[in-house]
């Protein structure tokens, strides 16, 4: 069973641009979560998607989005790019909702902004 | 307001030695713990669950302990080995939202 895909793997972006970063999940789960990690910080939850639903959202700003299709697969979409939002960005899926069992994560997508 | 804390932001125990890393969490509601290992650059891993319901589980070299009445619980590594060595996250859930609360971290590094 393939694992939890993110691409890109690496991006490199300047200030004012916008990204969309892609996940798709384990075949057969329903949720798909984003997290944010930045240098020395844990994991700073973006939102939960469920069933093409947002179910929980992080205290970002609404430069930050994102969306689930039917297939699951999920996009989060960052708007007007600044500096402070290089990090790396994780996507985690799971079959129920993410507090509920275990989340399986992919590699993430390392968002550098000049 | 952290409602899951990891006090300790690093930790250093010899190779073949026990590693102890522990969580503290404000929230009562809370009834599912878990635990994820991290290497650098890639994503976490789930390593070990606890429901509330119980006060301890094993798995392997792992096991986590659970003090409901202290709102503490802590993962034991026996023996430490080198592979050992990351960033430990504890997370918790409860309630009605199913949001999961994340720890800041404790970084393990295994001497030789």
């Known amino acids: 069973k393939a694992g939890v895909t993110q691409t890109p793997r690496y991006l490199i972006k300047t200030r004012g641009q916008q990204v969309t970063l892609s996940c798709s999940p384990i075949s057969g789960h329903r949720s798909v979560s984003w997290y944010q990690q930045t240098p020395g910080q844990g994991l700073q939850f973006l939102f939960e998607y469920f069933s093409e639903t947002q179910r929980n959202k992080g205290n970002f700003p609404g430069r930050f989005s994102g969306r689930q299709f039917s297939n699951s697969r999920s996009e989060m979409n960052v708007s007007t790019l600044e500096l402070g939002d290089s990090a790396l960005y994780l996507c985690a899926s799971s079959t129920g909702r993410q507090g509920s069992e275990k989340l399986f994560f992919g590699s993430g997508t390392q968002l550098s902004v000049l | 307001d952290q409602q899951v804390k990891q006090n300790s932001p690093s930790l250093s125990v010899q190779e073949g030695r026990i590693s102890i890393l522990n969580c503290d969490y404000t929230n009562s509601m809370f009834d599912y713990f878990l635990w994820y290992k991290k290497y650098p650059a890639e994503g976490p891993t789930f390593l070990i669950s606890i429901s509330s319901i119980k006060d301890k589980n094993e798995d392997g070299r792992f096991t986590v302990f659970l003090n409901k009445s202290a709102k503490h619980l802590s993962l034991h590594i026996v023996p430490s080995q080198p592979g050992d060595s990351a960033v430990y996250f504890c997370?918790?859930?409860?309630?009605?939202?199913?949001?999961?609360?994340w720890g800041a971290g404790t970084k393990l590094i295994i001497k030789p």
């Open positions: 997370a918790a859930s409860g309630g009605s939202n199913y949001q999961l609360i």
